[in-house]
């Protein structure tokens, strides 16, 4: 069964910063693009951060460019997103997601998810 689990959501101080790691199963995630997204209540899910199966391009949402960074490491299925300089506003549930038709070239606007994570809680407050 295709599977993608987060871990690493937490409640941290603003200005703070957390890593959220994907790892999936059942498929061969190396195949795909992989991305984050995250929905705050009252808000819709938003794409923000995506990184291609060969690690040439990246995508990210404007609201998280320069303190968030995708990454990825083969072999093991897994993504990761380095979360700095947290604001409250960044307060949400965060998904990992595997897309293929964004798997050699990510952009923000064409999403095509085959696979979702149940999402992670990620809390910035003090």
């Known amino acids: 069964q295709e599977k993608l689990v987060e871990f690493g959501g937490a409640l941290v101080q603003p200005g703070g910063s957390l890593r959220l790691s994907c790892v999936a199963s059942?498929?061969?995630?190396?195949?795909?693009?992989m991305g984050w997204f995250r929905q705050a209540p009252g808000k819709e899910r938003e794409g923000i951060a995506c990184?291609?199966?060969?690690?040439?391009?990246?995508y990210y949402a404007d609201s998280v460019k320069g303190r968030f960074r995708i990454s990825r490491e083969k072999g093991r299925n897994a993504a990761f997103l380095r979360m700095d300089s947290l604001k409250p506003e960044d307060t949400a549930v965060y998904y990992c997601?595997?897309?293929?038709?964004?798997?050699?070239?990510?952009?923000?606007?064409?999403?095509?998810?085959?696979?979702w994570g149940q999402g992670t809680q990620v809390t910035v407050s003090s």
């Open positions: 997601a595997a897309d293929l038709s964004l798997r050699d070239a990510c952009n923000g606007s064409t999403w095509l998810v085959d696979y």
């Open positions: 990184i291609d199966r060969r690690e040439r391009s990246t």
């Open positions: 059942g498929f061969d995630a190396d195949d795909y693009a």
